[in-house]
């Protein structure tokens, strides 16, 4: 008589890292949503087992685990945290004028060891926040509107809803929906966007997501995007690679994939961005590639020549229009990493991506 070895419950397995973030380092609590009742999380190690058990929907890929509560949606690759997309303001807003609160975004990104890569609310520039898509200089129905600097007033953006996941043997893919409003006060929509963003499940020495962003008119108006040196899809580096001294080197750095950097790289035309520096003593960065599909591809690249963060920006010679009926689609991978960046690795990953 044979014996049949004992099922490995593999999903209820959460052993974290050393070096493992929290993906909730802001929340304290996850609301039951049977019975209202708080659950109070004892320990950042507790959380998944606990989510599992309660009615926070928890999705489990091969490798790929989501967790989404009311606050937010958090993507994790082997129980490693890889992003979190905000639903609702973050703790740090409360610290900030109400004018730079924001929601539909994503921060933290995360390395691979844990590090985080993004920065939210700095100091210098409160309206930046981890990898976000914003447009500056615009106009609607001949009025201005401004959805980047968010102190002027003229147009906010805010996360609407959660369109769901979707997978398959190779990858999984969240969707979320965002608004673009003239206003914090104004809930008519200008620009409906949607972010399909997707993870493959295959391994890799670093984290990967691809992310396509496509903004509708939400009106029978167009919204004009008009001649300005920034704006568009960005994201801020974390507040460790920013100097507080003009005499100082800024300890975030910049390469494109034409080997230039932040001193001669601005307004440049590169296929891909990298930036990386130190965070907590250890070598960490994110790059962002271009698709040849993209509006203007080659776009134009705002490298800020001190502070960690850097934009594609397709307007920088020339205004365009997005009309209604014919939807903005951009598309950009994003690979985040620990240690300094690998020319080759990054080639070879453009190359699958633009062949696939």
């Not at 999705?59 to 979190?84: C, D, H, W």
């Not at 890569?117 to 210098?124: E, F, K, L, Q, S």
Request: aromatic share 12%.
């Amino acid at each position: 008589m044979c014996t049949r070895p004992p099922v490995k419950l593999d999903m209820l397995k959460f052993q974290f890292p050393q070096s493992f973030a929290c993906p909730f380092p802001d929340y304290s609590q996850v609301t039951n949503s049977s019975n209202q009742k708080n659950v109070k999380i004892l320990s950042c190690q507790l959380l998944l087992p606990l989510l599992i058990l309660s009615s926070e929907p928890v999705f489990a890929g091969a490798s790929i685990q989501v967790i989404e509560n009311k606050n937010s949606v958090t993507l994790l690759k082997k129980n490693k945290p890889i992003l979190r997309y905000l639903k609702q303001p973050s703790p740090e807003a409360k610290k900030h004028s109400p004018y730079y609160s924001r929601t539909g975004y994503i921060h933290p990104l995360y390395s691979p060891n844990g590090k985080i890569i993004t920065g939210d609310y700095a100091v210098d520039h409160p309206h930046q926040h981890g990898l976000f898509f914003a447009w500056t200089k615009s106009s609607f129905r001949g009025d201005k509107t401004e959805f980047w600097n968010q102190h002027k007033k003229l147009g906010d953006i805010r996360f609407h809803r959660f369109l769901g996941k979707k997978e398959d043997m190779n990858s999984l893919s969240l969707k979320f929906e965002q608004v673009f409003t003239t206003g914090k006060d104004s809930d008519e929509s200008i620009i409906r966007e949607t972010w399909t963003i997707k993870v493959p499940k295959k391994e890799q020495p670093y984290f990967q997501f691809d992310l396509i962003s496509s903004q509708a008119c939400a009106t029978k108006d167009p919204l004009v995007i008009e001649v300005n040196h920034y704006g568009g899809m960005a994201v801020r580096g974390n507040d460790q690679w920013l100097k507080l001294d003009k005499q100082e080197k800024p300890l975030g750095q910049m390469l494109t994939s034409d080997g230039k950097n932040r001193e001669n790289g601005n307004h440049s035309r590169p296929r891909w961005v990298a930036m990386y520096g130190p965070v907590d003593g250890e070598i960490c960065g994110v790059v962002i590639m271009n698709h040849p599909d993209n509006f203007r591809f080659p776009q134009w690249v705002r490298l800020h020549p001190s502070k960690p963060y850097f934009v594609f920006a397709p307007m920088v010679e020339k205004s365009f229009v997005i009309q209604p009926g014919m939807p903005y689609i951009s598309k950009f991978r994003v690979l985040l990493y620990d240690g300094t960046p690998d020319h080759g690795v990054i080639g070879g990953s453009w190359k699958e991506w633009i062949k696939n």
